[in-house]
């Protein structure tokens, strides 16, 4: 009888700990981009990241890496000091973001863009669609935007 009552209240709690760890107003795209982006102003800065978790810091930080990493490829005599521009395949219809992990592009030109429904954002924004890399193809994408490539 005890192992019965025992089982109950553990179920019992087992329902009340997830019901306390389900976020009932999930941060909107928006907020998340906001969010990010003072983290990611902290980071660059070299500065506390007093505006994010650990795990958010450490986001932020990839998301400044690729941001350098776009900036430095998209430079160009119109834009010295590159773009926070990217290019990604647009979720599904009514989806915010991607269920499965995607990747950004430097144009919608490029090869693994065609005919395809793409959305441009910043590369933050990018990441909260869960397109959360820079395509590893970046020479054929500054061939193919039209951007110099390094010698």
Known sequence: KNKQIAGGVG??????????????????????????NECALQIKGN?????????????????????????EATRDADNPNGRDIVYWIQPPAGAEKHDSPRVFHLCEDVSPLREKNVVSGSVTEAYAANAGRITKQITMEQNQCGFETAE
């Not at 019992?12 to 906001?34: C, D, F, H, M, R």
């Open 11 to 36: 179920a019992v709690l087992a329902v009340v700990a997830t019901l306390i760890g389900v976020s009932y107003n999930p941060p909107s795209v928006e907020q998340y981009t906001e969010d990010m």
């Open 47 to 71: 500065l506390p990241t007093t505006a994010c978790s650990p795990e958010v810091a450490e986001q932020a930080q990839e998301i400044a890496r690729d941001s350098e990493a776009v900036a």
